[in-house]
């Protein structure tokens, strides 16, 4: 089900929902994200935004970073492209006009370079970066099939479950001091859906995080520990998902490169070997 298919059910509605009150027609881009950034700034928001971090660098964890370019569609104001930059990777900034790519170069500054597009028409040859982010991002399957085309290791994906106690609690008449301002909420099942559809794709790993309401995203020992939960099933309030291209490419390559360079690899302790002596002696000792 596509996001504006949701909206539209939640308008022919009777009661008046907390998470409908501003469509993103209705709200502008920039408007949108500088309530994010607000929001992302209280306490309550700093907690969620570490553990989509976490979730972020979890699925991305097999990906090699150093010398990797990542071009972060959507990027808005920069957080997460900031964020991808700090991870390791050669960031590349794309933003749907010019005053949302300010906000982005003016927290990135030289770390980054930038460009003005859409997702469903990105202005770059096949390949032309290792991988591409989309978060938050609308995100439907000509947006995923441009992101396959440019990206020549793999895609990741995120984006706010529409299956999860945080939709939920954001759409109740009470939840609205919790709500998450004007983020665009998903469901999983046309991610899928898109996925069978779409050839070359080797591996596929997904995990969710927060699964408690937005009243949960806090410190507390009790709460802390369920939110910081990564889940392979989608019932956190944040999910994402990696899509790894190509062959595999092995976790430890560090003998290969040593060879490849001319370097000896290093050798075993020399007291290793007296050891595994005195253990054979032992043994053999009636």
Wanted: net charge positive; proline share 8%.
């Amino acid at each position: 089900m596509g996001t504006n298919a949701v909206y539209a059910k939640a308008s022919e509605k009777p009661i008046a929902l907390a998470f409908f009150t501003a469509l993103p027609h209705e709200t502008g881009m920039q408007e949108r994200e500088d309530a994010l950034s607000r929001w992302y700034a209280s306490p309550r928001g700093s907690f969620a935004l570490a553990q989509q971090k976490q979730l972020l660098q979890h699925v991305m964890s097999r990906w090699p970073r150093r010398g990797c370019s990542i071009l972060d569609v959507g990027c808005g104001t920069g957080l997460f492209s900031e964020f991808l930059w700090e991870s390791g990777f050669d960031v590349s900034c794309l933003a749907q006009d010019q005053a949302m790519l300010e906000g982005a170069q003016a927290r990135l500054g030289p770390k980054a370079s930038y460009q003005v597009g859409v997702a469903d028409h990105l202005p770059f040859d096949d390949h032309t970066f290792d991988y591409v982010a989309l978060l938050g991002e609308r995100l439907d399957a000509p947006a995923l099939e441009e992101a396959l085309r440019v990206a020549a290791r793999g895609v990741i994906l995120a984006f706010y479950n529409v299956c999860s106690l945080a939709w939920l609690a954001n759409a109740l008449p009470w939840g609205a001091s919790n709500c998450i301002p004007h983020v665009r909420w998903q469901g999983p099942g046309k991610f899928w859906r898109m996925l069978r559809r779409l050839p070359d794709i080797r591996r596929v790993r997904f995990s969710s995080v927060l699964p408690g309401p937005p009243c949960t995203w806090r410190n507390e020992k009790i709460y802390c520990f369920c939110n910081t939960l990564r889940l392979p099933l989608p019932v956190g309030a944040y999910a994402a998902l990696s899509i790894t291209l190509g062959p595999a490419l092995p976790l430890t390559a560090l003998p290969l490169r040593l060879r490849k360079s001319g370097l000896e690899e290093a050798s075993p302790h020399p007291l290793r070997d007296i050891y595994s002596e005195i253990r054979v002696t032992r043994r053999e000792q009636p």
